[in-house]
């Protein structure tokens, strides 16, 4: 006997379902013992936030931020965790 899965509309195969999704932000190990990111550094970082407008291009934002992170470079602390 064969069983049958129930009936789905169009609409259960494009809703957005939050069941299996993980974050994808994982903590490292920090090998140094002791370092800082400069205010001058975070405060720079937080004034070139997207505005949220419907039509902004994410991605000048993120360059802009990359590459600021990569400025700064601390003995045994890797590039990510330096970004988050």
């Known amino acids: 006997m064969c069983r049958r899965?129930?009936?789905?509309?169009t609409r259960d195969f494009i809703t957005p379902?939050?069941?299996g999704i993980t974050s994808s932000i994982v903590c490292l190990n920090v090998e140094?013992?002791?370092?800082?990111?400069?205010p001058a550094l975070?405060?720079?970082v937080?004034?070139?936030?997207?505005d949220g407008a419907p039509m902004?291009?994410?991605n000048p934002h993120l360059g802009f931020f990359?590459?600021?992170c990569d400025t700064l470079k601390l003995n045994g602390v890797l590039t990510d965790i330096t970004r988050l």
């Open 5 to 9: 899965r129930p009936k789905k509309d």
């Open 17 to 19: 379902s939050i069941q």
């Open 32 to 38: 140094a013992h002791k370092f800082e990111h400069k």
């Open 42 to 44: 975070i405060s720079m």
């Open 46 to 50: 937080q004034q070139a936030q997207l």
């Open 56 to 58: 902004e291009d994410p």
């Open 66 to 68: 990359l590459k600021e």
